[in-house]
């Protein structure tokens, strides 16, 4: 079983449309992430939610939107795409803020 | 100044030399401190995690820890071309109410056989 998986693993779209990224976890973690990662491969956080609840909100626009339905889930939803949404977007989770995170597979976003 | 630092490389070191990676943070409590490995196309995973100064060895790979001159590094030990990736040192970070694990830009490393 996949510790933490995401879908889907490449999404290809036009520039306005909106899109939803889903990510589950089956370790039983409190905490979990979204990141994004840029061209130039640098991985910034976006959010991190700890047992349902919004920890870290970085300056992330409006667009994006995250929402945890439970403990073991973390969806991202993006409204009105833009180019520049273009990257590998990685859900990751951990037992707790300053522990080990472990990443899913990440997903592959191309905005045309 | 950069929370995390990394020199961003290319590092190239031949098969069976010693690859050392170097990391900078700026939170002098900093109490976490880790290095992932990412294999291109792939997504991070764990190498080694630090919490205490000195070093900690796993196989190898060692992490030193320096929390006066505010570094971490990874060495890696008989370099292997099957190591040739990006290692990103992540660091965390204390903010007012909750903690947050920042990651470096990555060093690229490439093991030439």
């Known amino acids: 079983d996949t510790a933490v998986s995401q879908t889907p693993k490449y999404l290809v779209t036009q520039m306005g449309n909106d899109k939803s990224i889903k990510c589950e976890q089956n370790?039983?973690?409190?905490?979990m992430y979204w990141y994004k990662q840029d061209s130039k491969k640098f991985l910034k956080i976006m959010f991190s939610?700890?047992?349902?609840?919004?920890?870290i909100n970085e300056t992330v626009p409006n667009r994006f939107s995250p929402k945890s339905p439970d403990k073991a889930h973390l969806n991202l939803h993006i409204n009105s795409l833009e180019l520049g949404d273009s990257a590998v977007y990685f859900c990751?989770?951990?037992?707790?803020?300053?522990?080990?995170?472990?990443f899913g597979p990440g997903t592959r976003l191309l905005v045309l | 100044q950069k929370e995390v630092e990394q020199n961003s490389g290319p590092l190239s070191v031949p098969e069976g030399a010693i690859a050392s990676l170097n990391c900078t943070y700026s939170?002098?409590?900093?109490?976490?401190f880790f290095w992932y490995r990412q294999y291109s196309g792939k997504s991070p995973e764990l190498i080694m995690s630090?919490?205490?100064?000195g070093d900690k060895e796993d196989g190898r790979f060692t992490a030193q820890l320096n929390k006066a001159s505010q570094y971490v590094s990874l060495l890696i030990r008989d370099s292997q071309p099957s190591d040739s990736a990006t290692y990103l040192c992540?660091?965390?970070?204390?903010?007012?109410?909750?903690?947050?694990?920042?990651f470096g830009p990555g060093t690229s490393l490439s093991v030439i056989p």
């Open positions: 990751a989770s951990g037992l707790a803020e300053r522990e080990t995170q472990y």
């Open positions: 370790l039983g973690h409190d905490t």
């Open positions: 939610y700890n047992n349902k609840e919004l920890i």
């Open positions: 939170d002098r409590v900093s109490q976490s």
């Open positions: 630090i919490y205490s100064n």
């Open positions: 992540a660091v965390n970070i204390r903010k007012t109410s909750y903690d947050k694990v920042i």
